[in-house]
């Protein structure tokens, strides 16, 4: 079991150039989440996905981010025009359906390496 | 809404002594608790969850919390701390089915 993979780990971007963070769920899970890690901060929640559905952006900043998890392929989350304060860890997490949790029903995440990304 | 409090964030002990991190939450139900450690430069791994099957959770790594709702505390604790225990650890919370809402973390340091 490969885990949830991350790519690219390092992303280096001049302001105002677009990034793009790619991200692979674990065998059989379903649900996409996308967390952002400021230099000594904790994670924020940025936006939670399903299959072709976002179901939670609450997180997202309003302008230049966008996510996606399409019916085929990693779900991707874009930064258009980058600016210094975009340099962060990015971190995906999955998680399996809700049918397949254990008999707890907690929504237990496991998590990506993350990807660091660099505005100069 | 949820939010966790992690209490201090730059924890430091001696190799052997026991560690204690603080982590106090506020949910308008009963929530899911978790612990997840964070190794420099790699992501988060879950340490424990609470999920109300019992009050006092062990997890990986001899690490262990206890869940005291009266306090709205979730605690971590080991009782002897190792060289290999210093990361960065961070206390969630979800309701049922939901994303995990991070304390701000706090950086454990193992002195020799």
Sequence with gaps: ?120 | AQSVTQLGSHVSVSEGALVLLRCNYSSSVPPYLFWYVQYPNQGLQLLLKYTSAATLVKGINGFEAEFKKSETSFHLTKPSAHMSDAAEYFCAVSLRGGKLIFGQGTELSVKP
């Excluded at chain 1, 690219?8 to 674990?26: K, N, Y």
């Excluded at chain 1, 237990?108 to 100069?120: D, E, N, P, Y």
């Design chain 1, 1 to 120: 079991n490969a885990g949830v993979m991350q790519n690219p780990r390092h992303l280096v971007r001049r302001r105002g150039q677009e990034a793009r963070l790619r991200c692979s769920p674990m065998k059989g899970h379903s649900h996409v989440y996308w967390y952002r890690q400021l230099p000594e901060e904790g994670l924020k929640f940025m936006v939670y996905l399903q299959k072709e559905n976002i179901i939670d952006e609450s997180g997202m900043p309003k302008e230049r981010f966008s996510a996606e998890f399409p019916k085929e392929g990693p779900s991707i989350l874009r930064i258009q025009q980058v600016v210094r304060g975009d340099s962060a860890a990015y971190f995906c997490a999955s998680s399996p359906t809700l049918r397949d949790r254990d008999t707890s029903g907690a929504n237990v995440l496991t998590f990506g390496a993350g990807s660091r990304l660099t505005v100069l």
